[in-house]
């Protein structure tokens, strides 16, 4: 039986120890950068003494800084959303952002951010920590979703945007998005959330937990201290093969390649073989290099830990003020806290009952997540697909319905048919774009 | 951030290192052996110069040998699905085999074989090669299902059971028992088949490739001859960590897990963290040394080829009478040929239309499979699961369809609405168990 896939990956091994160096330096260009030199606390208590943050933007800002709308990204996205003069490439969102298209730039100042913990200009695992003077890698502190969203205010903050037009967000670009009308309700004018959910199914959490253990097991992970070597390029390939196999749908492949072989006169192997394996070989192979894993594990983790719950929020919270207490007192420990061991310092509260205990009831679930969006009012739209088995329908209905119940009177639920699975946000410009356009630009009475 | 995980699994491979013999030798005992000592030629052109096949037994054969039942197993089960003198442990059937329960032992002979390709008992890769006096590994045979029945047969002619009662079989036990209805019709009385299907999914493919392929990059592998040294551990337990995922549901996990983490007080971590987390740690743990790789790659491969069409069915019998032909023309080949390189040297067939054209259409796929089951027109039992996501009830409703538009008049086809996806077939006694007795015992008109 011959092998040529692993030929492959330990031929590569070969190439990356005898390279130059490591190749996990992605070359992107074209994007701003907002530097917050100020202390920034996270959720579980660690710190970074300064962050930057990557972002790029289409169309103007009007005068009275009102048009914004601000595009969350799905777990590793960068914030080139549509090509623009300094980088020419097409964008994830390229057909749904531009003049008269989804989200028109004639109209509206368009933005998108990497988020911090990503590896796109923004800072993550793989920056120098100040402190050190060495890469974080595993020592970066453990980061939330509402950490993601909270920095990109301090962006919004510098560009003097008090108030967005619109937050628009998928998978956990929709988290963020939630998380921004939900927790800074005040300066989110309508919330979008596609194919997203308000607190990480089991399964999800399931899936993500086989991607991150099939990385951390390449012995190149070396426990997140791979900088100096060989990235690991096999882990990283298997997890996002499995991540591949949820973000698209049976339905799809059946269409799409069927039973169709690469090679239909040759003797079946265990490497691709099948024309569905020989897609999931190549989609992976492009992404291997492309990514850093250790923002592939924080960025993951943070989305298993999304919960918009009342008593999850405030839980967050009372660890954030506890751990900038104890900061303002003992100032010295902010190296350390740089280090994440802040995080072991602080002591977290018990659980809620929400999503912790044996205890709980559907209705005091449900009752903690409607208080956790009591202030999302906002004209709403949440659109979910019905081929999605990451964030199934079930979920986007679940966003919807605690809205409606926190009193949100101007929620819009549709469910598309698409056959896309969880890609189909990046794939349904007809579907998805007409329903973001006209959710944007409909007057929405009070 | 801690990495108990890493260590543990770094742990497990010194001691294996230094251990007094690797621990892929099963402890399996009380099933019954067949040894066939004649050629068997594969589907694919490979041969075996003999094969044992393990096998276990319930209840008494009776004089005319009228009421033997054949129980196919999924891809990872011995024969031992019930306890019995030789071997008290409970089986993997265990509550659905016995005096008066779904499949009764006071009234039928049950058998249950483990397949060739298997690690429990019957000759797979692990087995000494006789023209070679070392382990096969990956010069096995490729393998399909429909060997695998072919081999049971042959287990049966030596038992002198002509027909059998029925042929009961779930997942890649499905796949079999369809294929023994279709390819042996005239010694299946009653076919019972569940989650299984006629051709297997682009989506089920991909799933298992995902398997396979973190299974084969973990370094121990050493392209399957890893029988002197440390097994691949790793990567059966990733491998495995994947499948626990496919094989139950998001429901039912959102019941017993929801999103309850295993030590609430403590900080989120990258090692098993939620419930969901130590649960599928735990069940791959148990599974990385308890199954051989080589069978995980062969079977699952199988289960990757199977399709019922008759161009397949046809493809391959001619490709197995070219082998016979060539091995009776030179019979020095023999020592080769149980290397497996015979297929290389057979010159497979052009792909038929079937699930390997640009140019087919559904109804030529479908007309292609009713042709292929034209001659299972035994009593027929379909059972689905709603919850199954590997083998969803399109794909039952699929194997019913064909059979009823082959012109078996006496096909019942039940969904199931259980929560415990594609494994509900070990689990849902009561529903799974009434629909197998009443099929079995009930009195069909012809």
């Given at each position: 039986m011959e092998f040529p896939c692993i030929d492959k990956i330990e031929s590569r091994q070969r190439d990356l120890l005898a390279g130059p160096e490591p190749t996990y330096e992605k070359v992107v260009t074209g994007y701003s950068v907002y530097s917050h030199t100020e202390p920034f606390v996270c959720d579980h208590g660690g710190l970074l003494s300064r962050f930057d943050i990557a972002y790029e933007s289409w169309g103007t800002l009007n005068s009275d800084k009102s048009n914004a709308i601000l595009i969350h990204t799905g777990l590793s996205g960068s914030s080139h959303a549509h090509s623009h003069a300094k980088n020419?490439?097409?964008g994830w969102w390229e057909k749904f952002i531009g003049p008269g298209l989804a989200?028109?730039?004639?109209?509206?100042?368009?933005?998108?951010?990497?988020?911090?913990?990503?590896?796109?200009?923004?800072?993550?695992?793989?920056?120098?920590?100040?402190?050190?003077?060495?890469?974080?890698?595993?020592?970066?502190?453990?980061?939330?979703?509402?950490?993601?969203?909270?920095?990109?205010?301090?962006?919004?903050?510098h560009l003097g945007i008090q108030k967005l037009h619109a937050s628009v967000g998928s998978s956990m670009g929709g988290m963020q998005s939630l998380c921004a009308a939900a927790l800074h309700s005040e300066r989110v004018g309508r919330l979008i959330t596609i194919s997203a959910c308000a607190r990480s199914h089991p399964y999800?959490?399931?899936?993500?937990?086989?991607?991150?253990?099939?990385l951390m097991a390449d012995p190149n992970f070396n426990r997140g201290f791979?900088?100096?070597?060989?990235?690991?390029?096999?882990?990283?390939?298997?997890?996002?093969?499995?991540?591949?196999?949820?973000?698209?749908?049976?339905?799809?492949?059946?269409?799409?390649?069927?039973?169709?072989?690469?090679?239909p006169d040759t003797p079946p192997a265990l490497c691709p073989d099948f024309l569905i394996e020989t897609y999931l070989d190549h989609q992976s192979e492009r992404f291997?290099?492309?990514?850093?894993?250790?923002?592939?594990?924080?960025?993951?983790?943070?989305?298993?830990?999304?919960?918009?719950?009342?008593?999850?929020?405030?839980?967050?919270?009372?660890?954030?003020s506890k751990a900038i207490s104890e900061l303002s007192a003992n100032p010295d420990m902010q190296g350390s806290a740089?280090?994440?061991?802040?995080?072991?310092?602080?002591?977290?509260?018990?659980?809620?009952?929400t999503g912790q205990s044996d205890l709980e009831t559907d209705a005091e679930i449900m009752d903690d997540l409607v208080k956790g969006v009591k202030n999302a009012m906002q004209p709403t739209l949440v659109l979910g697909v019905q081929s999605d088995i990451l964030f199934p329908v079930k979920q986007q209905k679940e966003i919807a319905d605690i809205l409606r119940r926190a009193g949100n009177k101007r929620v819009t639920y549709y469910e598309l048919d698409a056959m896309y699975g969880h890609d189909t946000f990046l794939i349904d410009v007809a579907n998805v774009g007409a329903a973001i356009k006209g959710h944007l630009e409909n007057s929405i009475e009070p």
């Open positions: 020419t490439n097409p989200i028109d730039t004639n109209k509206y100042f368009v933005m998108c951010t990497n988020v911090i913990g990503g590896c796109y200009g923004s800072t993550g695992p793989g920056s120098v920590d100040p402190a050190t003077g060495k890469r974080y890698a595993t020592t970066f502190p453990l980061l939330t979703v509402n950490d993601m969203v909270r920095a990109q205010f301090h962006l919004l903050d999800s959490i399931a899936l993500r937990f086989a991607q991150r253990q099939v791979y900088y100096d070597s060989v990235p690991p390029h096999i882990g990283m390939k298997l997890a996002r093969e499995i991540a591949t196999v949820t973000y698209r749908s049976g339905p799809e492949w059946e269409l799409r390649f069927g039973r169709r072989r690469r090679a291997c290099l492309q990514y850093d894993a250790n923002s592939l594990l924080y960025v993951s983790k943070a989305m298993d830990m999304f919960d918009i719950s009342e008593s999850v929020t405030q839980r967050l919270e009372l660890q954030r740089a280090n994440g061991t802040v995080c072991m310092h602080v002591n977290e509260q018990p659980q809620s009952k």
